[in-house]
């Protein structure tokens, strides 16, 4: 099918920064040049030669790139390549992705269960309370001597997880962790932030104001024993309508080793950051400590109960099953966040990072976190410098290995990014891949100095926003087209044509499990591993959002902020 114009060059919809690079891609061309003209007047201020033609095998498009790093004059600016057209509008500039980077930390704000939005915070996605999570039934799968099946607990608070409403420890676990890795790392970035939430007038920065909003969630779902609970959920999905008329009972279901050990490690990891704020929230970061602890035991005496949701009856649960079969790298998470936490070398050696095979460490995933302990590590390593117990140098390397390969594809590949450099890259939620991809190379920057690593980071930044074979800007409000309908009850519910903004959909998923609920709308352009993305409410394989997906973008987002604005 025939593309001119804005469709055929794809870049990043929002723009650069100044000093960094600047990469765009035109499809299927025979032209040897292009330009860049002011918006305001099309005045030509740059011109280049395109580069070679290639193909990129997970779209089969032959692309030229476009490169004009070397022009820097901020501004507002299009490309024009003779005999194809002309780009989205894109701006040069300091702190240009800032908007962008904090909309997607308030579109947490935007996931809170439980309480009412007003209009003050959340503009025109105002909405009313829903899920009070006040008089959640304890499932049988969960009962114990203190808390019988069908007995309730109070479990209000927390983002919901997705475009479905249901709030699962597992994924809240990997997003909490990958935010307070970025709070962490960038903290006095993150203190000056003003995201205009109901806590912004108090004394505690307001990113970590959101933060406590899902914490506090989590801290109601261990029971007496230190186990906790997999998840909150309905039995079924409940249809496309707002929480004040979802009404279906919720329950909690039975406590699992993954569910326990992430709870552990977020903990732990809370624990030190809010001990920094004693006088604000007296005792917190002792309670927290307790609970990882106990987390911790329970899973020491419980390790490996899995959750299998097709064993659970009266009722049947058919929401998100989030189960994981692979214990080990929850294990050395929590592990690793205690040890950071406490100084206590037990853990240490329980992680057993250094003895753990390279390639039993990846970019991370709601089922793979190790790699989160070797960020904590890192992010520490002033502290472990003249360590006995940890080898820096291991850990370092284990980052720098897998950030080198990202680097080596980004270099030769046919878009320029990280992203693709596996065909598996492509599944669902492959947007959380190239964030967390990202992520993964400013680590390796900041254990570094090394710029390779930051520009990788940036060009998968550019993906998302826009440099990517479906063309979209998958971050929704930001870029000229940028994802529209995502698969979000609120957002279909609601009577605001625009989505809730700062959500980033789950991307190209080639596995189309949601052809039954639209099939209809896969067509040939989308027959392609980097092309099967529809904007589409029905594409929850592709179209959905996830506050595990939006964790790494907020990452990678601020961080890129944090570093090129410092
Ligand atoms: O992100 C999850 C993905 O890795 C799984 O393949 C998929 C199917 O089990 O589920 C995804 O998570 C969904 C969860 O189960 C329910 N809430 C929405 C999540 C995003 O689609």
Redesign the pocket.
Known sequence: YAQTGAEQIRLNQIGFYPEGSKKAIVIDTNAEEFSVLTAEDGKEVFSEKLGEAKKWPHSSEIVKQVDFSSFRKPGKYILKVIGVGESYTFEIAEEVHSEAAKASIKAFYFQRASTYLPEQYAGKWTREAGHPDSEVKIHNSAASENRPAESVISSPGGWY????Y?K?IV?SGITMGTLFSLYEDFPEYLDTLNLNIPESGNNLPDFLDETLYNLRWMMTMQDEDGGVYHKLTSADFQGSVLPKDAGFQRWVVQKSTTATLDFSAVMAQASRIFAGYETELPGLSDSLLVMSKKAYKWAEENPEVQYVQKELKEPAIN????GDRNFEDEFQWAATELFVTTGEEKYYRDAALESTAATAFGVP???NVNTLALYSITRNGEKYKESEVVDLDVIHTFITQMADELVEYSKTSAYGTPMGVNEKNF???SN?EAANQGVLLINAYKITGDQKYLDAANDNLDYLLGRNATGFSFLTGFGEKSTRDP?HRPSEADDVEDPVPGLLA?GPNP?Q?DKESCGHLYTKNHHSPATSYIDERCS??SN???I??NAPFVYLANALEAIRSS
């Not at 997880?161 to 479905?164: F, H, N, Q, R, V």
């Open positions: 997880d997705a475009g479905d249901g699962y994924n929401t998100g099953a989030y995933s709601w089922p599944s669902w939620g959380s698969h789950g596995g499990q929850y394989a959905e959002i996830a595990n997906w």
